[in-house]
């Protein structure tokens, strides 16, 4: 049997491409939320202390 | 605190070191199937996401218990977290799967019944994040959520059930199956030791972002709090 092994190749890169792109895009995702969170939490910190 | 902190860095070190020795295993390690082609590499990583998948929600489920018994926040925030992370991951094996079926079923979707208990899985759980929308107060909220949270795992076992039970086109990998199905092959020694390795890594890269996603969350359960205070 005569397989199209480019063809497959074309689909295991896009494959992996995807898995991991989401992986990367959900940990930059949790770093920018937690720096976000964080300057949030200061700043009603401050406000709280200056009453 | 500071322990916590050591604790947590090593486990990411650790973690980072698995996923390259798994991907480096994935690509020059495991033998190339004969049928499929390279394609079917795809799959180690596919079954790892499903793997992780299932598992944050079965997580999510107990948490649930926990929670409804002791009634304490972090049971709540570990919750979220894990389904958040299941989420993610359940998605990314949907995908993955959809790439692999073209060149092997000759289509991107087929109304299998796993793929179609998969797609039933991960809508419940988006709807779960909606719910948790829905709801302002914080109790009321992962109360809700926490029975959400178990009955919506009796899904996740059907799905794994699926392709055991029911006619299906999707190969079963570990169990038998029926062998006629398209997509379905043997592995072999060094694919089984890079599909195993695959599920421990990834089963690793869960607990470390679980615990990333826990101080996310209790990050966001202290700003809660403090905007309680300052509109009181």
């Not at chain 1, 063809?7 to 295991?12: E, I, K, R, S």
């Not at chain 2, 604790?7 to 190339?32: C, E, G, H, M, R």
Request: proline letters at 3%.
């Amino acid at each position: 049997m005569v397989f199209q092994m480019v063809d497959t190749l074309t689909y295991m890169i896009a494959g992996y491409i995807v898995i991991f792109s989401f992986i990367l895009g959900y940990i930059v995702s949790l770093v920018v939320r937690f720096r976000i969170l964080h300057n949030k939490v200061a700043t009603y910190r401050t406000l709280l202390e200056e009453g | 605190m500071e322990n916590k902190h050591r604790l947590l860095s090593i486990l990411n070190v650790i973690t980072v070191v698995l996923f390259l020795v798994s991907t480096w295993l994935v690509f020059a390690y495991a033998p190339l199937e004969r049928t499929m082609g390279p394609v079917q590499k795809v799959f180690y990583f596919h079954v790892s996401t499903a793997w992780v998948g299932m598992l944050g929600f079965f997580v999510s489920a107990i948490m649930g218990v926990m929670y409804l018994l002791k009634g304490k926040r972090i049971w709540d925030t570990v919750g979220v977290s894990s389904i958040e992370i299941s989420f993610v991951f359940f998605l990314i094996a949907i995908i993955s799967g959809s790439i692999w079926a073209r060149p092997i079923w000759n289509t991107w979707w087929t109304w299998d019944p796993r793929l179609t208990t998969a797609a039933v899985v991960e809508l419940i759980y988006g709807a779960y994040f909606l719910l948790r929308q829905g709801v302002d107060e914080p109790q009321k909220r992962a109360r809700f959520s926490a029975v959400y949270a178990i009955i919506g795992f009796f899904s996740v076992p059907l799905t794994f059930i699926s392709i055991r039970f029911l006619r299906t086109i999707h190969p079963v990998v570990i169990g038998g199956g029926d062998p006629s199905v398209v997509g379905g092959f043997n592995m072999t020694g060094p694919m089984k030791f890079t599909f195993f390795f695959s599920l421990f890594t990834f089963s690793v890269l869960f607990a470390d972002l679980l615990w990333h996603r826990s101080r996310l969350g209790r990050l966001a359960s202290e700003l809660e709090d403090l905007r309680l205070a300052l509109t009181s």
